[in-house]
């Protein structure tokens, strides 16, 4: 994605209040065109409020909502119509799974041949043409988050509007449906705006990501930019970027942190002002070997612990404690327990520097 990319819908001086309290302000973000958005951050952090009043369900105390350059809430019906949405909870009425995927065709008017036609089509491409005629109620949660989906792309939106829709299923069935989806997106090329927590979700299915903490926007971009280069500790923090360092720059142009020299090829703040240094777990590597280059650091193994693909082990040199995420090949080659030395390596590059304006 680069930013040249068409805004859909532009959101701007956005305000939503609950109780006459703020609960989201929003001075300014654009919603690309044919991309998946993914909105992401803690809980309470106002992913879903934003959601809803794109949905036109929560009215905003100030600001504008637009999509193709008209205000959407000039004309409700009309806007809704080109939008569909999927929820945590499948919402499914107690009908047949056919019925409930023709159900907002229906609703737009459109005659029962071509109703058909759509609903075969996408419980066909959802994999589950076989459930048509079973009812609602005697579908697994699998089968049902499927069949609310497959209802979201029948009607062909412009805009597709997802809270969650992933995260009430168990894990072997949340892979597949991400993965079916994941191509069926890239096919429709819908504008998607998908509301999620799960960091691993958002780096696989997202073109684009807006964070939000505390009811705020601090970051949008690219995934990538935004799990790599954090703006601030906030959302280093939860994007996963364990390993964050107090130092200051000096005069050589590397950074003391915790007694221990690193050099950065990021953008250099002032000589001898406060940071934050960034380092990503699995950007550090663990050997045996010290060959000399840059940012090599001698630490000890203080604690080791499984995490799925990978072995997670807690480092501490001198002043500094550091998280690593080896593969579990490499770690296995290693050979390394609790109380051994071993040397981290962390390229220049993977050091990424924020100013400290705390």
Not at 224 to 249: C, K, L, M, Q, Y
């Amino acid at each position: 994605m680069t930013d040249r990319v068409e805004a859909h819908i532009e959101i701007r001086d956005l305000v939503v209040q609950r109780g006459g309290v703020s609960v989201l302000e929003i001075e300014s973000l654009d919603i690309p065109r044919g991309l998946v958005t993914v909105m992401i951050g803690p809980n309470g952090s106002g992913k879903s409020t934003l959601l809803g009043a794109l949905q036109l369900v929560l009215h905003p105390a100030r600001g504008t909502l637009t999509l193709d350059g008209e205000a959407m809430d000039a004309d409700p019906v009309k806007t809704r119509r080109r939008m569909s949405a999927a929820f945590q909870e499948p919402l499914l009425l107690s009908m047949s799974v056919q019925a409930n995927v023709e159900l907002p065709l229906r609703l737009r008017g459109v005659d029962r041949r071509r109703r058909r036609e759509l609903a075969e089509h996408w419980l066909e491409r959802f994999g589950i043409a076989a459930l048509a005629r079973r009812h609602a109620r005697q579908l697994s949660g699998g089968e049902a988050q499927r069949v609310s989906l497959a209802r979201a792309f029948a009607s062909q939106p412009e805009v597709l509007l997802l809270d969650e829709p992933f995260s009430g299923v168990d894990a072997p069935t949340r892979e597949g449906l991400i993965g079916d989806f994941a191509e069926i997106v890239s096919e429709a090329r819908p504008t998607t705006v998908l509301v999620t927590h799960d960091r691993d979700e958002a780096l696989r299915l997202g073109d684009h990501a807006a964070l939000l903490i505390g009811g705020g926007l601090r970051q949008s971009g690219p995934p990538s930019e935004v799990f790599d280069r954090p703006v601030d500790r906030a959302v280093a923090e939860f994007v996963g970027t364990e390993n964050i360092w107090e130092g200051r720059r000096s005069e050589s142009g590397v950074y003391q942190a915790g007694g221990v020299r690193l050099a950065s090829t990021a953008k250099a703040v002032a000589l001898g002002a406060p940071a934050l240094l960034c380092v990503r777990p699995e950007r550090i590597v663990l050997t045996r070997e010290d060959d000399g280059s840059a940012n090599q650091i001698r630490a000890t193994v203080r604690a080791v612990r499984p995490r799925g693909p990978v072995i997670r082990s807690e480092l501490a040199s001198a002043r500094l404690r550091l998280i690593a995420d080896t593969p579990l090949t490499g770690w296995d080659e290693l050979s390394l327990s609790v109380g051994d030395e071993v040397i981290t390596r962390i390229s220049p590059a993977d050091v990424h520097v924020i100013e400290d304006t705390d």
